[in-house]
Structures are given as structure tokens and as C-alpha cells.
């Protein structure tokens, strides 16, 4: 089973910018891509960014142009850059493999990793 | 972009019994390969969410047999056979056809 870990989070003030990282136990065979999902404290999940392994970024409307999502596979790290934070950013952020069996490139969420908390208030 | 509509949004259940999750999709989830983009996941109390049941009927590995999921098109359904203690925490489906994903509202299940 592969482990994901995330790390970066923590408090920042509103239009600040925090880089989350995702880093993966071993290389995720059979992986076809990795996405960010955030939960607001009490409520239910959203998804907000996937990148595909052929290099396809995709974004929730509510983050597009403030966040971006990359990867360093040599050292097999996941990152999410999120710039102009805004009070509703404030969630626990998972990052997660994707997995496929059908068609397309991310069918569904195999491994999530713990989440790490970002809190965006002043 | 698509909508999930889960219901109900709270199930109090009793140990043994069998137990149902709603899900319906405001768009068709069926592609023409066949299958339907639709995945069941848990979060169990304090946890990261974790795979149940993917393109709409598969179980994933190391999930008990006591979970199944049916349906097509645009209505889901997730069964628990026998509820058991630590199937308690809230449940959401998520469709994974086209981005932006989306997930249901959640249903938490409780024990009675």
C-alpha cells in the first residue's frame, strides 16, 4: 500500500500564498495521475485540482488562476502552489492517487494521505 | 458541472441489519465503454476518506463483501448487508467522468 504525505500546511493571512507538498512512500505503479481534495472543518469533501500523467492540469472554478498543481516525479512529490488565500480556503487539503480501470485517466481515488491544515484568517 | 444528490443525508442504523445509500447524478454517469463513473467512499470518524466501491459496482481491494454498489445512469445505490460497528462515519459518492469532480453531500451513518 502506498503511503502519501502531506506537509506545507498551516496559518496565513488572507492574499497570502502556501506551497502544499504530497510526497509518496514508493513509486505509485499503475498511478495515472494524483489530484487535492480539501474538507472545511465540519463539512463535506471538494475536489480542487488534478494533474494527469501525461501533464493535464485541471482545477475546481473556485481556485483556478490562484492555484497551481505540479510534480517533481524524480523524487516522486506531489505540490500544490495556492496564491490570494482567501478566508474559504481554510480546510484540511488530501492529496490522492488516481487510479484507472475504465476510460480517461483518473477514475477513480485509490490512496489518500493524511491532509495537512490550512487556515487562512488575520 | 455535474450534481450529486445524496439521501439520506442521516441513517441511524441497528448492528446486523442491512443498510441503503442513495445517490443520483444530474447527468448520466454511464459512459459508452460501458461503465459508470460513480465511487463510493468512507470517512470513517478522524480519518482520511477511503475507497469502497469504484466505477459504480467494483469493490475495491480489502473491502469486506458486506459492501456492494449498483445502478446506472443517473441512479446509484450503496448497500450494507450487515451493518457492523465500524461502518459508522459519513459516505459520499463521487463522479469521476468528467472534471471538475464532484462529490455528494455525504451520508452519515450512525449506530441507533
Known amino acids: 500500500e502506498v503511503r502519501l504525505l502531506e506537509s506545507g500546511g498551516g496559518l496565513v493571512q488572507p492574499g497570502g500564498s502556501l506551497r502544499l507538498s504530497c510526497s509518496a512512500s514508493?513509486?505509485?505503479?499503475?498511478?495515472?495521475?494524483m489530484s487535492w481534495v480539501r474538507q472545511a472543518l465540519g463539512k463535506g469533501l471538494e475536489w480542487v485540482s488534478s494533474l494527469s500523467d501525461y501533464g493535464g492540469t485541471h482545477y475546481a472554478d473556485s481556485v483556478k488562476g490562484r492555484f497551481t498543481i505540479s510534480r517533481d516525479s524524480s523524487k516522486n512529490i506531489l505540490y500544490l502552489q495556492m496564491n490570494s488565500l482567501r478566508a474559504d480556503d481554510t480546510a484540511v487539503y488530501y492529496c490522492?492517487?488516481?487510479?484507472?480501470?475504465?476510460?480517461?485517466?483518473?477514475?477513480?481515488?485509490?490512496?489518500w494521505g493524511l491532509g495537512t491544515l490550512v487556515t487562512v484568517s488575520s | 458541472d455535474i450534481v450529486l444528490t445524496q439521501s439520506p443525508v442521516s441513517l441511524p442504523v441497528t448492528p446486523g441489519e442491512p443498510a441503503s445509500i442513495s445517490c443520483r447524478s444530474s447527468?448520466?454517469?454511464?459512459?459508452?465503454?460501458?461503465?459508470?463513473?460513480l465511487d463510493w467512499y468512507l470517512q470513517k470518524p478522524g480519518q482520511s476518506p477511503q475507497l469502497l466501491i469504484y466505477l459504480g459496482s467494483h469493490r475495491a481491494s480489502g473491502v469486506s463483501d458486506r459492501f456492494s454498489g449498483s445502478g446506472s445512469g443517473t441512479d446509484f445505490t450503496l448497500e450494507i448487508s450487515r451493518v457492523e460497528a465500524e461502518d459508522v462515519g459519513v459516505y459520499y459518492c463521487?463522479?469521476?467522468?468528467?472534471?471538475?469532480?464532484?462529490f455528494g453531500g455525504g451520508t452519515k451513518v450512525e449506530i441507533k
Open positions: 490522492a492517487n488516481c487510479r484507472v480501470y475504465g476510460s480517461g485517466w483518473c477514475n477513480y481515488l485509490d490512496d
Open positions: 463521487m463522479e469521476g467522468l468528467q472534471t471538475p469532480f464532484t
Open positions: 514508493e513509486f505509485t505503479s499503475g498511478t495515472t495521475g
Open positions: 447527468q448520466s454517469l454511464l459512459y459508452s465503454d460501458g461503465y459508470n463513473y
